[in-house]
Antibody, heavy 122, light 110 residues
Framework: QITLTESGPTLVKPTQTLTLTCTFS??????????VGWIRQPPGKALEWLALIFWDDDQRYRPSLKSRLTVTKDSSKNQVVLTMTNMDPVDTATYFCAHSSSWPSKYFFDDWGQGTRVTVSS | QSVLTQPPSVSEAPRQRVTISCSGS????????VSWYQQLPGKAPKLLIY???LLPSGVSDRFSGSKSGTSASLAISGLQSEDEADYYC???????????FGGGTKLTVL
């Protein structure tokens, strides 16, 4: 059984850096084809993909946010960390991490964390 | 503005059938497989359909997916009140070099 749990601050101030951790179990991010993604959802709005990290440390970022995002993994701790710099109130959202074991042409997220709500406000 | 276009809302009566469309382009749906997710209020998304038309274990066969060209559809038959949720399509986008989601469709069971 695969589980993912997001953790991090619930409130950050504008211009601060957000650091979120996804702690997972039930798979290894050292195994071929495995990946973990970050997706956010502003209140009342749609899902928006942010970043991906693959088993081979290949990283992908949403182009419009690439300069602000960094995703890293610690396979020994079963954790993936997302950092987002220069936070703004428009970044207020629920942030999800999700698991995939599929190739890009057939990509899908088969397991999701419960999400963590982040509010950006002074 | 989402890369994949879905109707904002659909509604249908219990026990009826409803379809939700998802329109994309040659760089996403036209070249890659589509997945669908159900998001109940206040919950995380749940995988409903993958590889265009496959159901994960445990998902009711009242749900079905299809794709033609650069568009995909999710059909739900025998509607039940518990199907009221937001539904999202998704796929890989070769231009974005990452996954993309539709804008979501809110299903109301009348």
């Amino acid at each position: 059984q695969i589980t993912l749990t997001e953790s991090g601050p619930t409130l950050v101030k504008p211009t601060q850096t957000l650091t979120l951790t996804c702690t997972f179990s039930g798979f290894s991010l050292s195994t071929n084809k495995e990946s973990v993604g970050w997706i956010r959802q502003p209140p009342g709005k749609a899902l928006e993909w942010l970043a991906l990290i693959f088993w081979d440390d290949d990283q992908r970022y949403r182009p419009s946010l690439k300069s602000r995002l960094t995703v890293t993994k610690d396979s020994s701790k079963n954790q993936v960390v997302l950092t987002m710099t220069n936070m703004d109130p428009v970044d207020t959202a629920t942030y999800f991490c999700a698991h995939s074991s599929s190739w890009p042409s057939k990509y899908f997220f088969d397991d999701w964390g419960q999400g963590t709500r982040v509010t950006v406000s002074s | 503005q989402s890369v994949l276009t879905q109707p904002p809302s659909v509604s249908e009566a219990p026990r009826q059938r409803v379809t939700i469309s998802c329109s994309g382009s040659s760089s996403n749906i036209g070249h890659n497989d589509v997945s669908w997710y159900q998001q109940l209020p206040g919950k995380a998304p749940k995988l409903l359909i993958y590889n265009d038309d496959l159901l994960p274990s445990g998902v009711s066969d009242r749900f079905s997916g299809s794709k033609s060209g650069t568009s995909a559809s999710l059909a739900i038959s025998g509607l039940q009140s518990e199907d009221e949720a937001d539904y999202y399509c998704a796929t890989w986008d070769d231009s974005l070099n990452g996954p993309v989601f539709g804008g979501g469709t809110k299903l109301t069971v009348l």
